[in-house]
């Protein structure tokens, strides 16, 4: 069936599709939006939406406005009760059938030029400036999340540790917020984010120093969530993995 569109805006429809559905969580969060939007309540809140899925309230969020800055849930703004707080918003499925008539996205174009750039430098100049670039959109990352993490009550080591299961949990959200997927795991005797999905797709294969962003976002959420920690890749696709493995030491 003919879609109406030239091959490239069929091509960047897919990819804003990919874009808003190709992350498992906000997929779920579609569902539980599309559900809610039928019981009359209007749809959803992000703090509903954080609460159903265990979720920071800024990423779930992030989440939805994805969602909404593709045409799938619309926002509207009211009170809930007689109260005179803050009006809350809420975000209701548009309708039940998909369209291909949505913006067209170019950040493939844009990590592919970051990516040539890259190329033209030193391999080592390359990847500290790419884990620097990560660095320090991570920490704006953490900023936009709210700031440090307290996850336990009292001092001491134990309590510290707690902390920092917590924040790692707080960056692997965030990563998946943006399309990496990940979540965190214990290995052997530390821990570390796994990513399933990479937003960069073909441009990391191609120029695998683009995997150092990666490193930069989670030592620079962490640093600001929780402390200095250090990062270290040990799988990542361009290495022939079918996940990329982000090891971190606090």
């Known amino acids: 069936m003919s879609t ?7 091509s960047s429809a897919v990819t804003a599709i990919t874009s808003a559905f190709g992350d498992p969580t906000r997929r779920e969060i579609y569902l539980f939006a599309n559900e809610r939007s039928d019981d009359g309540s209007g749809g959803v809140t992000a703090c509903e939406v954080a609460e159903h899925f265990d979720l920071h ?20 703004t009211g009170r809930n009760g007689a109260g005179a707080g803050r009006p809350s918003k809420r975000y209701r499925v548009t309708a039940p059938e998909m369209t291909l008539e949505l913006p067209v996205r170019h950040d493939d174009l844009l990590v592919t030029l970051l990516g040539k750039a890259l190329s033209l430098l030193p391999d080592a100049q390359a990847e500290a400036m790419a884990e620097e670039v990560g660095l320090e959109y991570g920490k704006a990352m953490a900023a936009a999340m709210g700031g440090p993490v307290r996850d336990a009550d009292g001092e001491g080591p ?14 692997a959200d965030a990563l998946t917020a943006h399309g990496f997927a990940a979540h965190a795991e214990r290995h052997q005797d530390g821990l570390r984010i796994v990513s399933d999905h990479c937003p960069f ?13 990666d490193r930069g976002l989670v030592r620079g959420m962490l640093g600001a ?5 250090d ?19 606090s």
């Open 201 to 213: 797709g073909g441009a990391a294969i191609e120029h695998p120093v683009i995997c150092a962003v």
């Open 225 to 229: 969530l929780y402390g200095d920690a």
């Open 4 to 10: 109406g569109l030239t091959p490239t805006e069929f």
């Open 158 to 171: 134990q309590a510290a540790q707690r902390s920092f299961r917590t924040a790692l949990h707080a960056v």
């Open 57 to 76: 309230p800024n990423v779930a969020r992030h989440h939805l406005d994805k969602l909404a800055g593709g045409g799938y849930v619309e926002v509207a």
């Open 231 to 249: 990062t270290a890749t040990s799988s990542s696709r361009p290495m022939g993995d079918d996940r990329c493995i982000t090891s971190i030491t």
